[in-house]
Structures are given as structure tokens and as C-alpha cells.
């Protein structure tokens, strides 16, 4: 039984619907055909923030009783979440502690600072991201609010899904990215909860498949030096997130980082949206030969448009 269930993500969309955007689903004849397939965008890129991080971060700080939300919030983040839960912060009128990786994107550090988010930097690994967040919880009396092995947050990014399926019906089958597995997780709940069949999948980047790894192995896999262009995905999977992945997913398909960039540059040059890498990693996925898609009806979240324009398109 999954420890969050498809009521849980329906209270957290009637919660948080007021606060973030209904993103559109969009779709093009030319991506379509080039995989064989109908082609649904769930376009979190046009989110709140930039990222589909707003709705679970919104969705936990709406739920900090008032004496928690006093003592404000925390987190670790290399980016999209930190700012997501610095604007959920400043929207409630209460502090925000982020820790980033001192390598973090340049874009993403201004955006957490133009949310008033205080930042810490911290050396680009796990456990000094963890370590320094678990420091300032004890030193503030903050509430840590996990960029996704949190029930809080993974409802939240469930509501994603939810919109898909009420905006496009018929559909086969839905592919999202996965790093920490909280969009994952909330996705292929409501995915399973769908009246007819569905099949769920995700992308991965080859220089962090951890969840590829643990998914196949059946136990969380970590992988020690996780690279990729797509920095948003390079946290190790959640011992909360991977049973209900193990439990719904049926596969993850990974991705170099050339197909990412190739996925980013065709959904810029052909639909004409911004869409970071992280964010592109599905499309890559299906773009690439590497999911069961021909002949179906897929939906792709694409969950960020936070893009370093200098860094990906050159």
C-alpha cells in the first residue's frame, strides 16, 4: 500500500489551486509524428517559480500549523525547490533557510534570492547538503521541508497528474522525470488510480541513475558522484519516493546528456517553450527510442523551465 494515496493529492490540489497556476497542456504535430505517437505537454515549465516545486512546496507550507510557521522552514535544494519554498515562505510571511550546492546554477541562486530566501552554500554532495540542512533545523527550530521524501510535498507534486488526466483523456500512457522521486511518486499514484489501465514510466539521466539502478535491483542503489547537465535530477532517491515507485513505475529509461540537450534545443526550436534540461529529461526519453510509446496516446510532464540559455543553447 502506498503511503500516499490518490485522496491525499486531490486535498492538496483543492488546497493549493488558488496558489499556483493551472499550467496548460499543449501539444505539436510535428514532435507527434517524428515519434509515432500523440504527444500531450503538461507544461510545468509555465509554472509558479518556473518548476512544478511550487506545488508541493505550497502544499507544505499551507499545512504548517501557526506556531511551525513561526519558526519558519528549511530546506536543501540544488535550485527548484529551494525557490519554490522561499515564494511559498514569503507568501505565508515567514522565513525560508535554504541550503545549495556551491555549484548550483546561477539562475536558480538569483531566483531564490529575488524570493527572500536565506542561502547557505554547501559542497556539491548529498550529505553535506543533508548534514547542513539538518543544522540549521537544530540551530532555528525550522521545519524541514524535503525537496520530496516528504508526504507533504509529494502530494503536492501529484496534483500535476491529476490535471493531466482531467484535461486530456484516453490517455496510454504518462512519462515524467525522476531525481528524488517526489514528482515520480505522485504521478504514478494517480496514474494507478485511473479507471482504465495505464502505464507509468520516467527519464533519468545516464550520470545519475540511481532510481534506473534501484528500480531494477529492487533496492535503493545510490550512486556516489552523480553528474549531468540536468542538475535538478542528480539526488539520490528517497526511501519514501521508491516504494511507491517500485510499487507503480514500470520502467526508467535513461538518457545521455547530448539527447537532453538535443530534447531542450527541438522543444525550443519546434514549440517555441524554454524548457531546462531537467526538465526535458522525458521528452528525451521518449524522443529517443526508449519507451513503448508508438501508436499511443503519452503524456509528458515537463516539469521545469528554469534554462541557462548560455550553458544549454550556446
Known amino acids: 500500500m502506498s503511503a500516499i494515496l490518490p485522496h491525499d493529492i486531490r486535498q492538496a490540489h483543492a488546497r493549493i489551486r ?4 493551472r499550467t496548460p497542456v499543449l501539444s505539436s504535430s510535428r514532435l507527434s509524428a517524428m515519434a509515432g505517437a500523440e504527444l500531450f505537454f503538461k507544461c510545468e515549465n509555465f509554472q509558479t517559480t518556473g518548476a512544478f516545486k511550487a506545488r508541493g512546496a505550497t502544499n507544505a507550507v499551507l499545512m504548517l500549523t501557526d506556531d511551525e510557521a ?6 536543501h535544494s540544488s535550485g527548484n525547490h529551494a525557490a ?11 522565513a525560508a533557510t535554504v541550503v545549495m550546492p556551491r555549484t548550483a546554477s546561477p539562475v536558480k541562486i538569483a531566483a531564490v534570492e529575488s524570493y527572500g530566501g536565506r542561502i547557505l552554500f554547501c559542497e556539491p554532495n548529498h550529505k553535506a547538503r543533508e548534514e547542513a540542512a539538518d543544522r540549521v533545523v537544530r540551530e532555528t527550530g525550522a521545519t524541514l521541508v524535503h525537496p520530496y521524501n516528504d508526504p507533504r510535498v509529494i502530494a503536492g507534486q501529484g496534483t500535476v497528474a491529476l490535471e493531466l488526466f482531467e484535461d486530456v483523456q484516453g490517455l496510454d500512457l504518462v512519462v515524467c522525470p525522476v531525481g528524488g522521486g517526489g514528482l515520480l511518486a505522485g504521478t504514478s499514484v494517480i496514474v494507478r488510480s485511473q479507471p482504465t489501465p495505464v502505464r507509468v514510466f520516467a527519464g533519468e539521466p545516464e550520470g545519475a541513475a540511481d532510481a534506473s539502478l534501484s528500480l531494477t535491483s529492487g533496492i535503493r542503489q545510490p550512486v556516489e558522484h552523480p553528474s549531468s547537465i540536468a542538475d535538478g535530477l542528480l539526488a539520490y532517491i528517497g526511501d519514501l519516493t521508491f516504494p511507491i515507485i517500485k510499487e507503480n513505475v514500470e520502467a526508467i529509461a ?15 526550436g519546434v514549440m517555441k517553450i524554454a524548457v531546462e534540461p531537467s526538465g526535458a529529461v522525458a521528452y528525451a526519453a ?7 510509446v508508438a501508436g499511443k496516446r503519452v503524456g509528458i510532464i515537463l516539469s521545469g523551465g528554469n534554462l541557462d540559455l ?3 543553447l550556446g
Do not use: C, M, N, Y
Open 70 to 75: 513561526r519558526r519558519g522552514v528549511a530546506t
Open 286 to 292: 521518449v524522443a529517443g527510442g526508449k519507451l513503448p
Open 254 to 268: 535513461t538518457v545521455s546528456d547530448q539527447e537532453i540537450i538535443a530534447a531542450v534545443r527541438r522543444l525550443f
Open 84 to 94: 519554490a519554498l522561499a515564494w511559498a515562505a514569503r507568501r505565508r510571511g515567514i
Open 310 to 312: 548560455e550553458r544549454v
Open 18 to 21: 488558488d496558489h499556483v497556476r
